[in-house]
């Protein structure tokens, strides 16, 4: 049996589900250990140390601990908030959709105990910049350029004038690819995302981006 090993760490909460009755299982995104799982052990108890800290989307610092056994997790021992967006998106369906869509995409993307520092820096700008709006038309700006941003890192950005969308969706594109401010109205963000979802799915063994179809189903019922 191997000695027990405790290490801090910081990183963004991506997402959680639980584990059993009593516990949960966190994804975060570390420049320190990658993309890694943690169990939170009592989490889903009704007091526990992760209530209020450990949300989708808060940059957190945290100690986590490697079993002495290779058959049992990484836990989360403490917790630390150091950027509590969580706060600034909850009762906000849009913003919350997005904020899980940013989780989302980084698991979906990003190998386990992989750490890309553009990625990183992209999400926490972009999570920055989402807390600072309430704005419907800036969200889906917001959430466009990261999109555009992780197709970019993933090696499949294709010809934009060579898509089969339509001018208005292929003029956002490029404004975005030239880091040009643009204007947009909802159904052509509508177009985009599905044209979105496309690209970021390619060669990727998942049907559909769940969070990605909350934003879709919102914008529609808001036209």
Same mark, same amino acid.
């Given at each position: *049996?191997?000695?027990?090993?405790?290490?801090?760490?910081?990183?963004?909460?991506?997402?959680? %589900?639980?584990?059993?009755?009593?516990?949960?299982?966190?994804? #975060?995104?570390?420049? $320190?250990?990658?993309?890694?799982?943690?169990?939170?052990?009592? &989490?889903?108890?009704?007091?526990? %140390?992760?209530?209020? !800290? &450990?949300?989708?989307?808060?940059?957190?610092?945290?100690? @986590? %601990?490697?079993?002495?056994?290779? +058959?049992? *997790? =990484?836990?989360?021992?403490?917790?630390?908030? =150091?950027? +509590?967006?969580?706060?600034?998106?909850?009762?906000?369906?849009?913003?919350?959709?997005?904020?899980?869509?940013?989780?989302?995409?980084?698991?979906?993307?990003?190998?386990?105990?992989?750490?890309?520092?553009?990625?990183?820096?992209? &999400? @926490? /700008?972009?999570?920055?910049?989402?807390?600072?709006?309430?704005?419907?038309?800036?969200?889906? !700006?917001?959430? =466009?350029?990261?999109?555009?941003?992780?197709?970019?890192?993933?090696?499949? *950005?294709?010809? #934009?004038?060579?898509?089969? @969308?339509?001018?208005?969706?292929?003029?956002?594109?490029?404004?975005?690819?030239?880091?040009?401010?643009?204007?947009?109205?909802?159904?052509?963000?509508?177009?985009?995302?599905?044209?979105?979802?496309?690209?970021?799915? $390619?060669?990727?063994?998942?049907?559909?981006?769940?969070?990605?179809?909350?934003? /879709?189903?919102?914008?529609?019922?808001?036209?």
């Amino acid at each position: *049996m191997g000695s027990v090993k405790f290490k801090n760490i910081t990183g963004i909460i991506l997402g959680s %589900r639980d584990s059993g009755d009593n516990d949960k299982v966190f994804v #975060i995104f570390s420049p $320190e250990v990658g993309k890694i799982n943690l169990v939170g052990y009592g &989490a889903n108890r009704f007091k526990n %140390r992760f209530a209020g !800290k &450990a949300n989708i989307s808060n940059v957190v610092r945290c100690l @986590i %601990r490697y079993p002495s056994s290779i +058959d049992k *997790m =990484i836990s989360m021992e403490e917790i630390e908030v =150091i950027a +509590d967006f969580f706060s600034f998106f909850r009762g906000n369906l849009l913003k919350m959709s997005y904020a899980s869509y940013i989780g989302e995409v980084i698991n979906i993307t990003v190998p386990q105990e992989v750490f890309d520092s553009y990625v990183y820096n992209l &999400a @926490i /700008k972009c999570l920055y910049d989402l807390s600072r709006t309430e704005d419907e038309i800036d969200i889906m !700006k917001n959430s =466009i350029s990261f999109s555009v941003g992780i197709i970019k890192n993933m090696g499949v *950005m294709p010809y #934009i004038k060579g898509e089969r @969308i339509s001018i208005p969706s292929k003029k956002v594109l490029l404004s975005v690819l030239a880091n040009k401010d643009f204007n947009i109205e909802k159904k052509t963000a509508l177009e985009i995302f599905e044209w979105i979802e496309s690209k970021i799915l $390619e060669g990727i063994p998942t049907k559909n981006i769940v969070s990605l179809s909350l934003m /879709k189903d919102y914008i529609s019922r808001t036209l």
